[in-house]
């Protein structure tokens, strides 16, 4: 697929360097937002600076091991002032956001 949308270059490109990882991933967001749109005035959907995404995990561990694939296939954690806690960024430097779902400490489903 050939696509001049930016968002969507980006996305492809999360998706390349995440390799069989992407399998794990469900993407949301802006970025996936112009794959969706079906009618053409929609096609013009404002442009994203990251890719957005989800990944189910059971405990803590299990989303630390996640990390650290990432971090063999190259992604680097970014622990900049401002960014949050997920935010990652690709080998060709494309933001990533990636939450862990899961009823843990870190993960979505969890009340405290």
């Not at 803590?60 to 063999?72: I, N, V």
């Not at 843990?104 to 009340?111: D, I």
């Amino acid at each position: 697929m050939v696509t001049t949308n930016p968002s969507v270059r980006r996305l492809l490109r999360v998706v390349r360097a995440l390799g069989p990882l992407a399998e794990r991933v469900v993407f949301i967001g802006g970025a996936v937002a112009p794959l969706l749109h079906t009618h053409p005035v929609m096609m013009l959907a404002r442009q994203t600076k990251d890719v957005d995404g989800v990944v189910a995990s059971l405990g803590y561990a299990e989303f630390e091991a996640f990390s650290e694939a990432l971090r063999s296939r190259l992604f680097r954690h970014v622990a900049t002032a401002g960014a949050h806690a997920y935010r990652w960024a690709s080998p060709d430097g494309d933001l990533f956001d990636l939450i862990p779902t899961g009823s843990h400490l870190g993960g979505t489903a969890n009340s405290i």
